[in-house]
């Protein structure tokens, strides 16, 4: 901060200039952090898929008042036989408004694979109408018998859609399980997938469970700096149970500063429904 006294600088952050200068002559990384903390906090739909099913509007205000900005959906056509059928025939522009009136936004929303392939078009029409900037493709779920080559004709493929994706105005992300996170021919997954899948086209949304695995997601946001897009929370015990984000193995400090190497924008919790409230507390105190 130089020579400037005390009593000086503290008179010239009382006016608006003096605060910019305050600010800028901060250390970046409390400001960058204090960035990072500061993006809307969101959740998964899908461990409550049978709640919003049944009542998708209050199910929404629930999590609203527990603390949540934001929310994922996952595409009810896409995911119509593993809980989200009852939503298909509700209109868009109808989930839309209720997702706005239970005073939430929806950026991001999961689809199945098959989804980016011949029902593209279908796909980017209902995420435009539901007002989506990013579209996930969540995982490509090949069989346990999947050679490498398989991942790698899938990553092509996903490549192919994000074209498509990215001059319809929104992005593709990548969703990882525990799937890619073994070894194939000596290569991790994963890593062979970020070889693979154009880092202008794809980006990749980090699950956060994959500690159960030994692998931190810090770790590959500082990695691959800039190839991420979002992140999925869930915290864990050394044994492998599932805990409040906060009380777990995780060094959610770490984490976060990470994320913003790795460029990641948006962050949704995804747990158990008794977990979300403690979950949300734990990071606005953050």
Same mark, same amino acid.
């Given at each position: 901060?130089?020579?400037?006294?005390?009593?000086r600088?503290?008179?010239r952050?009382?006016t608006?200039?003096g605060a910019?200068?305050a @600010?800028?002559?901060?250390?970046?990384?409390?400001l960058?952090?204090?960035?990072m903390l500061d993006?809307?906090?969101?959740f998964?739909?899908?461990?409550?898929?049978d709640?919003?099913?049944?009542?998708?509007s209050?199910? @929404?205000?629930?999590?609203?008042?527990?603390?949540y900005q934001?929310?994922e959906m996952?595409s009810?056509?896409?995911?119509?036989?593993?809980g989200?059928?009852p939503?298909?025939?509700?209109?868009t522009?109808?989930?839309?408004?209720?997702?706005?009136?239970?005073?939430?936004?929806?950026?991001?929303?999961h689809?199945?694979?098959?989804?980016?392939?011949?029902?593209?078009?279908?796909?980017?029409g209902f995420?435009?109408?539901l007002? @989506?900037?990013q579209m996930?493709?969540s995982?490509?779920?090949l069989?346990?018998t999947a050679?490498?080559?398989d991942?790698?004709?899938?990553?092509?493929?996903?490549?192919?859609?994000a074209?498509?994706i990215k001059?319809?105005?929104?992005?593709?992300?990548?969703?990882?399980h525990d799937?890619?996170?073994?070894?194939?021919?000596g290569?991790?997954?994963?890593d062979?997938l970020m070889?693979?899948?154009?880092p202008? @086209?794809v980006?990749?949304q980090?699950?956060?469970?994959?500690i159960n695995l030994g692998y931190?997601?810090?770790?590959?946001?500082?990695?691959?700096?800039?190839r991420?897009i979002?992140?999925h929370?869930?915290?864990w015990?050394?044994?492998?149970?599932?805990?409040?984000?906060?009380?777990?193995v995780?060094?959610?400090?770490d984490?976060?500063?990470a994320a913003?190497?790795g460029?990641v924008?948006n962050?949704?919790v995804?747990?158990?429904?008794?977990?979300?409230?403690?979950s949300?507390?734990?990071i606005?105190s953050l």
């Amino acid at each position: 901060m130089g020579t400037i006294n005390r009593r000086r600088f503290l008179g010239r952050i009382a006016t608006g200039a003096g605060a910019a200068f305050a @600010l800028s002559h901060l250390p970046s990384q409390l400001l960058a952090n204090a960035r990072m903390l500061d993006i809307p906090l969101g959740f998964q739909t899908f461990p409550i898929r049978d709640m919003l099913a049944k009542d998708f509007s209050g199910t @929404l205000k629930m999590m609203a008042a527990q603390g949540y900005q934001l929310t994922e959906m996952c595409s009810p056509k896409g995911y119509a036989d593993i809980g989200y059928g009852p939503l298909v025939s509700m209109k868009t522009s109808d989930m839309r408004k209720i997702i706005s009136d239970a005073g939430l936004s929806c950026p991001s929303c999961h689809f199945g694979f098959p989804e980016f392939g011949s029902a593209l078009d279908q796909s980017i029409g209902f995420a435009h109408d539901l007002g @989506l900037s990013q579209m996930i493709c969540s995982t490509f779920w090949l069989p346990k018998t999947a050679t490498l080559n398989d991942y790698l004709a899938a990553a092509d493929q996903l490549n192919r859609a994000a074209e498509k994706i990215k001059k319809a105005g929104m992005q593709t992300g990548f969703h990882n399980h525990d799937f890619e996170f073994h070894a194939l021919d000596g290569q991790l997954i994963y890593d062979a997938l970020m070889k693979r899948l154009d880092p202008e @086209l794809v980006k990749m949304q980090f699950q956060t469970e994959v500690i159960n695995l030994g692998y931190k997601a810090s770790r590959y946001f500082n990695k691959y700096p800039g190839r991420f897009i979002s992140a999925h929370l869930s915290d864990w015990t050394a044994d492998k149970k599932q805990v409040p984000v906060g009380q777990g193995v995780i060094d959610w400090k770490d984490f976060f500063a990470a994320a913003r190497t790795g460029g990641v924008k948006n962050f949704f919790v995804e747990m158990d429904l008794d977990k979300y409230k403690d979950s949300a507390a734990y990071i606005h105190s953050l």
